[in-house]
């Protein structure tokens, strides 16, 4: 409940006791007088709060406001409470100063252990007047003690009562009895009452103030007070002869008021009557303003007119009540009175109906008793123009009843409607004559398990004033998303007006059901209170808030067979309302039976609560009362498991525990932790439940659909469960996705319990290789494949495009419906021809899919050109269908990927000639004249013939070209000599055409001697049966050098061997091939000594 500031000090020690409002007690301020005495000059106290009604409420904002008024000799209060039944033992709630008007105010959150228990409240304090006694207090106890029963905000019988907020409030004094048609409106001093409720059937039926002049409760009660609308009340309340304001001095201008609401619907027993207290200062009103509000700003030519709200305000735009308003008659005739509308009520309006096709009309405000508007005598004037359209239906618009989401047992007939609006968006008529018109409905259903959309229409012919109620169509099982669309027939005179096919809106429907968080069954200590929280959604887990659920406890058995009640199961029950995210909480209390009485097997069942709600589908929720007192020298055993599993496929895993005899634990709490992976949410095998999905739901996250790997909900990497009467305690684990399968398909999950001083691990080993236990055939799931081509480093040369004469290397993935990869699925790879006739290319390698980039796969065209291909995995595999039943259902499906490679027809464009290790080089030393051809677009040119000659030897030597477009001839030399080569480079034969001719020099002369010489080496690599083959060609001053080979492996070197250079600087080092004849890149690196310096060779491949 909130709080009204003050701003004046309120001279209390005239006041005594206010009036109460709320039917049905005091029903006259007569009956209230007789309670209160007259009031003192010092000593005296008065609590408003509770005084006359029983009943407050914490709905509004948690709290009830406390208000009590003492004489001028009390600078402080304190606000205490007791319980009604037990002896007086007053506990302070709060001590609380004199606020600026006088009273005192405090907003009290009530502890929770006191809601809805009768509790008494009083105020108290200590006076500084001087007398016999300081603390003398002689206010009737009455006064300050009342006994009160404060509802929770959630309770039903929480409804509150809020006055208006302010500091201040006006009154507006009327002089004038204005002659009018029908009762007078008397003159008098008028308070406008209003206010806001929590009530929907609330009804205001008294307000009531303070006399500051003679401390008497005076009589009347706030005239045309309303009944709720849109939780807003209001009322006036005519101070003139109870109250006389402004007339003395001192001035006495503040006022206590009370508002108060029938809490249930009236009868005997049933209401409860809530109050709010506020203290204002009053102020004399000025009429400053009026408005006018239309209901509808343009009204329809067949409409005779529409509703008007006029408002009156002062100068602090604050509401007048009782203030007369007229229309204004035309000005042709001023001699004409002008026509009386009514007195402003509570929110300072009155409502009127203007006359259709009047143009302008003008109301005004009458400050005086004239009847005629007169600006000079402070009337205030309002203008206001009704604009016309031309009536017809236009749009349809949703008329329904129900919400988004709802229960198929909470529809009723007419729940879905289409409502015909027109031009301006208000109802329209379309029903009888010439206008009688048909609406046609489609209702779009796609039930929730997957299974195939399908459609529903029809026509309805029968409306109220445009509304027409839909039919739902059959809702499938388990439920589904419901699309409406409706369009409009024409009028039976022309076809005019009609409405085309649009989306009036989209709902879900199904069964309710309710998942409990957490694991199941929960787990709480025995002799306390476990609460349960559960949310109630449909079968696609949509939420539904807002419904009332009745629920039942049915207390289990005791761990050890001997319940004080055999064979009896004590049960209450309780009503909940779903939240706005469709949860609710229930709090179950262990019946107390001893300090280690476990209790197994009790459980909450839930129902729907009234006709109107939805029918609750479901599980019930287990609740398991145990202890965690397990004795020294107790031992956990965890069932061994030496089994593989796949990602998906749950394990259902126990314990036994044990105390040192050997004897079982029962009812006794341990905990189990999972290094990876996570627990599902009860200790069930899923397998062994078969029919509909929905048996399902309080295990899946989301929920499966048919086709689909089936995912679980996870209950975390820690639980706490429960011994069973066996000592027994089950739980099942999975895990799904874990990096830990990307590099070798296997990962290790340990499971860890403990309870006392005892505990026990155990490991589950999980793989994702085909093969390993015959995983693909019926349970690893596979839902992607994936070709993606291989890194450069592992390729024969240039892929983005390839030459023609290049193989272009992929990598084959697989992954599960986790997304972990998976080793050993082999899809068939086919060519896709396209619009250009090419020639077909070839493909080869295992195309098995694996975790490393090794490369899998390679493709090869004879043309150039883009070639398409496919990637298909056709298997037998299990996926969900509903009914379910898991692990039987196998089904054949393809998982395809497709990828694209482009290869070019090169053309040898750009000829060099290069020697190494150098052009000048001691004699011995060998000359590697490599020649280079490269194609138009930089990239080499394999299989061109190249003839070497030289001036030193005439014997023509021949080399093809290799994957590099390079040909290399090597020559040495003993002598100190100049030697020219030659090279010319020819097409391949049998055609043997000249292409470029290249020449070169090589000098070979004797070293100066000094200090290390740098190396100048020639490095091949090639292959040899299953061996690969590095040949080093160096200086004869390397002789004895040690030169170490290195494997480049994903941009790492990897030893491969060390071996020292021959006489002549030169060695052949040969090492295993280990990936199966594929290029591999090689690097060596020679060793500095006296006579050499380091050397590190280009990196090599084989072919």
Not at 970 to 996: D, G, K, M
Request: aromatic residues 8%; negative net charge; proline residues 6%.
């Amino acid at each position: 409940m909130n709080s009204s500031g003050f701003k004046r000090g309120l001279a209390f020690s005239a006041v005594s006791a206010l009036a109460v409002v709320g039917l049905p007690l005091a029903a006259s301020a007569d009956s209230v007088n007789e309670q209160v005495d007259q009031a003192n000059d010092n000593y005296e106290m008065t609590l408003f709060s509770f005084q006359e009604s029983p009943f407050g409420s914490t709905a509004d904002d948690g709290t009830v406001t406390l208000e009590a008024g003492a004489t001028s000799d009390f600078a402080e209060v304190t606000f205490q409470y007791t319980l009604s039944a037990g002896p007086d033992n007053w506990v302070d709630i709060a001590t609380v100063s004199r606020n600026d008007n006088g009273s005192f105010k405090y907003d009290w959150a009530v502890p929770a252990s006191i809601l809805d228990v009768g509790i008494d409240v009083r105020v108290t304090g200590l006076s500084t007047a001087p007398g016999p006694s300081p603390t003398q207090i002689t206010s009737d106890p009455d006064q300050r003690v009342n006994s009160v029963i404060v509802h929770a905000a959630s309770d039903s019988d929480g409804d509150d009562v809020e006055l208006r907020e302010g500091d201040e409030i006006g009154v507006y004094q009327r002089d004038f009895t204005p002659s009018v048609p029908g009762p007078d409106p008397d003159d008098g001093h008028f308070v406008a009452i209003n206010g806001v409720t929590s009530a929907s059937n609330a009804a205001i039926s008294q307000v009531g103030m303070v006399d500051p002049d003679d401390g008497q409760v005076p009589g009347g009660a706030a005239s045309g007070v309303s009944g709720v609308d849109d939780g807003v009340f209001e009322g006036v309340f005519d101070i003139e002869n109870d109250y006389e304001y402004d007339t003395h001095t001192p001035i006495v201008d503040e006022i206590v008021i009370t508002g108060g609401v029938e809490d249930n619907p009236p009868g005997p027993g049933t209401a409860d009557v809530m109050l709010d207290v506020e203290t204002y200062e009053l102020y004399k009103q000025t009429i400053t303003q009026i408005t006018a509000t239309p209901d509808d700003p343009s009204v329809p030519d067949s409409q005779f007119g529409t509703d008007v709200t006029l408002t009156v305000t002062d100068q602090n735009g604050e509401p007048v009540a009782g203030a007369v308003v007229y229309r204004e008659t035309t000005a042709s005739d001023p001699s004409q009175p002008d026509i009386y509308v009514g007195v402003t009520n509570g929110l300072g309006q009155v409502e009127t109906f203007p006359a259709r096709n009047d143009g302008e009309v003008q109301y005004f405000v009458n400050a005086t008793n004239s009847q005629n508007f007169d600006a000079g005598l402070g009337d205030k004037e309002v203008r206001l123009t009704i604009g016309q359209y031309v009536d017809g239906a236009v749009d349809l618009r949703d008329d329904s009843t129900e919400g988004d989401a709802f229960d198929i047992n909470e529809y009723d007939f007419g729940d879905v409607a289409v409502q015909v609006t027109d031009l301006e968006g208000d109802d329209f008529n379309v029903g009888g004559g010439s206008e009688d018109q048909n609406l046609h409905y489609r209702w779009v259903v796609t039930p929730f398990d997957g299974s195939a959309p399908y459609e529903d229409d029809g026509v309805v012919t029968g409306e109220t004033f445009g509304r027409f109620s839909v039919p739902l169509p059959a809702v499938p099982p388990g439920g589904g998303t419901f699309e409406l669309f409706a369009s409009l027939d024409g009028t039976a005179g022309g076809g005019n007006n009609a409405i085309a096919e649009k989306a009036i809106r989209t709902f879900k429907i199904g069964q309710a059901e309710v998942i409990y968080t957490g694991f199941e069954p929960q787990i709480a200590d025995v002799n306390t209170t476990a609460t349960a929280t559960g949310t109630l959604q449909l079968a696609d887990g949509t939420v539904l808030p807002g419904r009332n659920l009745a629920l039942t406890w049915t207390r289990g058995l005791a761990a050890d067979g001997d319940d004080p009640v055999p064979d009896t199961f004590l049960s209450s029950a309780s009503n909940v309302t779903t939240d706005a995210n469709g949860q609710f909480t229930a709090q179950v209390r262990d019946v107390p039976d001893g300090p280690e009485s476990s209790e197994l097997g009790g459980e909450l069942s839930v129902a729907s609560s009234g006709p109107d709600n939805a029918a609750v589908t479901g599980r019930d929720h287990g609740i398991n009362f145990v202890t965690d007192a397990i004795p020294a020298g107790a031992t956990i055993q965890i069932d061994t498991d030496s089994a593989d599993y796949t990602p998906g496929v749950p394990v259902l895993a126990g314990l036994v525990l044990k105390d040192s005899g050997g004897n079982v634990l029962k009812g006794r709490r341990v905990t189990i932790t999972l290094d990876r992976g996570f627990f599902l949410k009860a200790n069930e095998i899923p397998a062994n439940l078969t029919g509909p999905l929905g048996q399902l739901n309080h295990l899946l996250d989301p929920d499966p659909q048919p086709g689909e790997q089936i995912k679980w909900a996870s209950a975390g990497q820690s639980i706490t469960i429960a011994t069973d009467s066996t000592g027994r305690a089950e739980w099942a684990q999975v895990v799904q996705r874990d990096a830990g399968f990307d590099d070798d398909g296997k990962v290790t999950q340990t499971a860890t319990a403990t309870g006392g001083s005892a505990s026990d691990t155990e490991d589950y080993a999980w793989n994702t290789i085909n093969g390993d236990g015959g995983l693909l055939s019926d349970a690893l799931f596979i839902s992607s494949i994936e070709v993606v081509k291989t890194p450069a480093v592992d390729q024969e040369g240039p892929t983005d495009p390839a030459p023609v004469a290049n193989d272009v290397w992929f990598d084959v993935y697989a992954k599960d419906g986790y997304g972990n990869l998976v080793k050993g699925v082999t899809p068939t790879v086919t060519w896709v021809p396209g619009p250009d006739d090419h020639p077909t290319p070839t493909h080869g390698g295992s195309s098995a899919s694996d975790f490393d980039n090794g490369g899998d796969l390679w493709v090869h065209a004879h043309e150039g050109g883009v070639y398409d291909f496919d990637a298909v995995l056709n298997y037998g595999q299990t996926v969900f269908d509903d009914p379910v039943t898991l692990g039987d259902t196998i089904e054949n499906r393809d998982v395809t990927d497709s990828f694209s490679q482009e290869w070019y027809d090169a053309v040898p464009s750009d000829y060099s000639i290069s020697v190494s290790p150098s052009a000048t080089l001691e004699p011995g030393q060998v000359a590697l004249v490599t020649a280079t051809v490269l194609d138009q677009e930089g990239n080499p040119v394999p299989g061109l013939q190249v003839d070497f000659v030289r001036s030193g030897d005439p014997n023509e030597i021949r080399f093809d070209t290799n994957a590099d477009g390079q040909a290399t001839y090597a020559f040495t030399s003993t002598t100190p000599s100049v030697e020219s080569v030659t090279a010319v480079v020819r097409t391949p034969a049998p055609s043997s055409t000249v292409l470029q001719t290249l020449n070169t020099q090589v000098t070979f002369k004797n070293p100066a001697s000094g200090e290390a010489q740098a190396i100048t080496a020639a490095v091949r690599a090639g292959t040899s049966g299953n061996r690969d083959i590095v040949v080093f060609d160096g200086p004869p001053s390397a002789g004895g050098a040690l030169a170490t080979l290195y494997r480049v492996v994903g941009g790492r070197l990897v030893k491969a061997g060390a071996w020292r250079l021959n006489s002549q600087g030169n060695k052949t080092m040969p090492v295993a091939d280990r990936n199966g004849n594929r290029v591999t890149a090689y690097r060596v690196v020679v060793s500095a000594n006296s006579a050499v310096k380091r050397y590190v060779s280009k990196i090599v491949r084989t072919r």
